[in-house]
């Protein structure tokens, strides 16, 4: 299939990140996946956005875990958007582009209505990342077929020092890997594709960086996706 883009919440760049009309306007741009940031509101309800709160366009903070998704839903984030649901990404995503749900929250039955959620879409049109170990492992006897990703940035490098990298790769538990770019030297994506580890990189925005790994990885998580190669 080849290196795709992927509109990192979205296309933020032109609307508020992680809203539908970001996530439609990446896919127009030629993103084959989108990542969103899965949270849960007060209702339990899933819906996405990065942080614990978000901000309207008059300035007002609003803390997802205390508001109902109907209300989240109402906020003007811009451009006449408000924080959508998980379930609404997926049917919109469905035969359209893929979805990775980067987890910002776990535990209790978050994982079993992750697994639901993403259900209408098949395993190759979904990857779950960020999630923990203990999540990990529920997602993993929830539903076996569920690609899972880890998710490193450059601040957790000291992990991948601990040991040998290639015995650090044998042991890991998920086919997927989701590292911020200065993780990914030449030296250890050979390691990772000897492992039969697929590959994505975040956040690559400037075009020379997206040139260099272009024939390196499986998708490049990016804020500009005006800027790929479709």
């Not at 535990?107 to 098949?122: M, N, R, T």
């Not at 076996?144 to 940035?153: C, D, G, N, Q």
């Not at 989701?178 to 400037?206: C, H, N, S």
């Amino acid at each position: 299939m080849g290196c795709i883009g992927v509109g990192h919440r979205g296309f933020p760049y032109a609307f508020p990140a992680n809203t539908l009309r970001s996530f439609q306007e990446a896919a127009k741009l030629g993103c084959r996946m989108v990542e969103c940031d899965v949270r849960q509101a007060a209702d339990g309800t899933l819906v996405l956005a990065h942080d614990p709160e978000v901000r309207d366009v008059r300035g007002h903070v609003y803390k997802i875990a205390e508001q109902t998704a109907g209300a989240l839903a109402k906020i003007d984030l811009g451009a006449g958007e408000g924080v959508p649901r998980l379930e609404e990404l997926v049917a919109w995503a469905r035969g359209r582009v893929a979805v990775m749900a980067d987890m910002k929250c776990e535990g209790g039955d978050i994982e079993e209505k992750v697994v639901v959620a993403l259900s209408p879409l098949g395993s190759e049109e979904k990857i779950v990342a960020g999630a923990g170990t203990a999540s990990r492992a529920r997602f993993r006897q929830l539903d076996p077929t569920l690609p899972l990703s880890l998710t490193l940035s450059r601040r957790e490098e000291t992990l991948l020092q601990a040991k040998a990298f290639s015995e650090w790769i044998a042991e890991l538990d998920t086919p997927i890997v989701t590292w911020e770019f200065p993780l990914l030297t030449p030296e250890r994506i050979e390691v990772l594709r000897a492992y039969g580890k697929r590959i994505y990189v975040w956040t690559v925005d400037e075009e020379a960086l997206m040139g260099h790994f272009y024939a390196l990885v499986d998708g490049i998580i990016t804020n500009r996706a005006d800027r790929l190669k479709t």
